[in-house]
């Protein structure tokens, strides 16, 4: 009786453990994608940290050892170029342009592997059936990579702006690199995690365009590449420039120089008549002066924070434009 009891009384089912849906099912799919991520966020950190480290201290060392920092600025024996400082400035260099190519590696998966791939073999689709509608499917496309795009990003340029603050002093002394070049700019502020948000934006709706993981691969590419483009021609005029003036020649070439020319004696500004210094041809055109706009170091926050406004707001016209296709397609399954 005891054991008809036992076969009759039902087994508890056993519970489930680890997450479950969409994210884990993203995850799994995706795995190699997270592992690449996690990889290349640990590379980059590794060499930031280095850099920041034992690099910069071989590197002053090497300064010290030169005598360098018992010679005048100007003194060419003091050009200091050093093993130490080289290796310093090469992997300091490649970690910015691995945070550079963050965003387009983004894009090339989000459209290839992420959207495009699964469109392509009608997984999608087979998703779409099983309780999960397109919208919902589309949001976790989006929302998970975000998170972790958002998160990596973050420690990649933290300590990116941590080695670039402390490495001042080290690069005056060899005059290299600036603030407002391209990677640089990009990689000490906002403006990381903004473009690699719009990779992904500009992948996702490029492989909903496409539907097949080649051609939404080079769509998406191509795309962001133009985005940039344009984005970094606008970046010298997001805010306003300050000025200087000399009467007998160009003022000192610094920081971020947006235009420069003559001046004429009613003040108007032309373009430069290349005189030189011949007085009758000066008389000439009327030449009292020359002109540079340029942004000073105190515009780098100014201007990252607008074209991050700005990047942010393409990126998210981007992912209203994937829901808007993805609704036309897909009707009332929506």
Avoid at 52 to 79: F, I, N, R, S, V
Avoid at 140 to 152: I, N, Q, T, Y
Avoid at 220 to 230: E, K, M, P, R, Y
Avoid at 269 to 282: E, G, S, T
Wanted: aromatic residues 10%.
């Amino acid at each position: 009786m005891t054991a008809a009891l036992a076969v009759e009384r039902p087994t508890a089912a056993a519970p489930s453990r680890g997450p479950r849906g969409l994210v884990w099912a993203m995850l799994r799919l995706h795995g190699w994608a997270l592992w690449f991520w996690v990889l290349l966020v640990a590379v980059g950190a590794g060499a930031l940290l280095w850099a920041w480290g034992p690099g910069a201290d071989a590197a002053w060392a090497e300064y010290h050892d030169m005598g360098c920092d018992a010679m005048t600025p100007g003194d060419l024996a003091c050009d200091y170029t050093g093993a130490a400082y080289a290796r310093y400035d090469s992997v300091g260099g490649a970690a910015t342009a691995l945070i550079g190519i963050v965003p387009f590696l983004t894009a090339a998966w989000a459209g290839g592997a992420l959207i495009g791939r699964e469109l392509e073999s009608g997984t999608a689709q087979l998703a779409w059936t099983q309780s999960v509608s397109p919208a919902r499917w589309l949001a976790a496309k989006l929302a998970v990579p975000a998170a972790l795009l958002v998160s990596g990003t973050l420690v990649l340029t933290l300590l990116h702006h941590m080695l670039w603050s402390a490495g001042g002093a080290l690069r005056q002394v060899n005059s290299s690199r600036h603030w407002y070049e391209s990677s640089i700019f990009e990689a000490n502020g906002t403006l990381t995690t903004a473009y690699a948000l719009l990779g992904l934006a500009v992948g996702v709706l490029a492989g909903l365009l496409q539907r097949r993981a080649l051609a939404a691969l080079g769509t998406a590419v191509v795309g962001l590449a133009v985005l940039t483009t344009a984005l970094g021609t606008l970046r010298p005029y997001l805010w306003p420039v300050e000025t200087l003036t000399d009467k007998d020649e160009y003022p000192p070439f610094i920081d971020m120089v947006v235009d420069e020319g003559a001046l004429t004696s009613t003040g108007a500004r032309v373009p430069d008549p290349i005189c030189v210094d011949n007085a009758k041809c000066l008389a000439e055109h009327d030449i009292a002066g020359f002109y540079r706009d340029y942004h000073p170091s105190a515009h780098f926050w100014p201007l990252q924070l607008v074209e991050t406004g700005i990047v942010l707001a393409v990126a998210g016209l981007a992912v209203l434009a994937a829901f808007a296709l993805l609704r036309r397609r897909t009707g009332a399954a929506v």
